[in-house]
């Protein structure tokens, strides 16, 4: 089954790249002015807890783009979704449209949140307190609300 994109998709998909590409041509260009040691662990309160090399951000950065290579790969084969409800022809659109919408937002946070931890490291500040428990309400609250309205899609 191929679930066509909707506007919601495209600017998922544009917001995604122009973080990662942003990112990617910010570290090409500064690298030489990158610290030496920048911050690679933060506490829960988002206190640095430990310190790296600046090419540690070279792995985050790769696995920033392997997480959202992975979920849009993902995305393309709705029949390996786990639905977590019985998919009929009468409800499949509506379950695998409100599946792709969520493994969109999960996308678009993920990179959000990894591009914001890079840019932090680079500046070598800590985060805030707020920022663990917002980026676990976005996460999980998109999840919780997509959840709901599959059973009720059903």
């Known amino acids: ?15 995604c790249l122009i ?19 920048v911050p690679m662990h933060y506490n829960v309160m988002g206190d640095i807890n430990r310190w790296g ?13 392997i997480m959202y290579i992975g979920l ?3 995305e393309c084969f709705p029949g390996i979704w786990n639905t977590g409800v019985t998919v009929t022809k009468e409800n499949k659109e509506r379950v695998y449209r409100i599946l792709k919408s969520m493994l969109g937002t999960i996308k678009l946070l993920t990179v959000i949140i ?3 931890l890079m840019i ?5 500040k ?7 428990p917002v980026s676990l309400v ?13 059973v009720k899609a059903k």
């Open 1 to 15: 089954m191929r679930i066509k994109r909707n506007k919601y998709d495209i600017i998922v998909e544009l917001i």
């Open 72 to 74: 849009t790969v993902i």
């Open 120 to 124: 932090n490291a680079i500046m070598t």
């Open 19 to 37: 973080a990662l590409i942003g990112t990617s041509v910010y570290l090409g260009i500064n690298w030489n002015r990158i610290p030496e040691e």
């Open 138 to 150: 976005l996460v999980f609250g998109s999840i919780i609300f997509s959840v709901i309205k599959v």
């Open 126 to 132: 800590e985060l805030s307190a707020w920022f663990t």
């Open 114 to 116: 990894f591009v914001f």
């Open 53 to 65: 090399q600046k090419g540690e951000l070279l792995f985050r950065f790769f696995i920033t783009w």
